[in-house]
């Protein structure tokens, strides 16, 4: 019997594999905003090898310890804005919902990207009300 390939958590519509499970597996995002739903989806599945792999060394944290006590139940993810400034540079406004200690949240970002030897890479972002 065939498993179905689930839909992907980042909202797009398709399967994980056909979406952001390509970019987990190493395959490059094409744009800023494919990056930062892959980097969404990365934060549901726990990837944080990857989190790290694609954010810009100069904002990087050493480890983001996904696994700390709560961990957020992500719901959920809405793109607002994909807006590119030049060829290597771009923000993506966000918003995704996701419950802690049973109470449900909104994280709302306009994330900075910048590509770097023909990868995008999430450089930090400013949490909007």
Known sequence: ???????????????YAAC????????PAPDAETLMRSRY??????LEPYLLAT???????????LDASPRPQWLGL??????PSD???AEV?????YKLNGRA??????????RLDGRWLYVGGEIRE
């Open 20 to 27: 952001c499970g390509r970019f987990h597996a190493g395959e």
């Open 41 to 46: 989806s990365a934060y549901v599945h726990g």
């Open 87 to 89: 060829a290597s540079h």
């Open 93 to 97: 406004e966000f918003i995704a919902r």
């Open 105 to 114: 949240f909104k994280l709302h970002e306009v994330s900075r990207f910048e």
């Open 1 to 15: 019997m065939k498993m179905l390939d689930p839909a992907c958590a980042c909202g797009s519509g398709h399967t």
């Open 78 to 83: 809405a793109v607002k804005a994909h807006v």
């Open 55 to 65: 954010w810009h060394a100069a904002t990087r944290p050493a480890a983001l310890e």
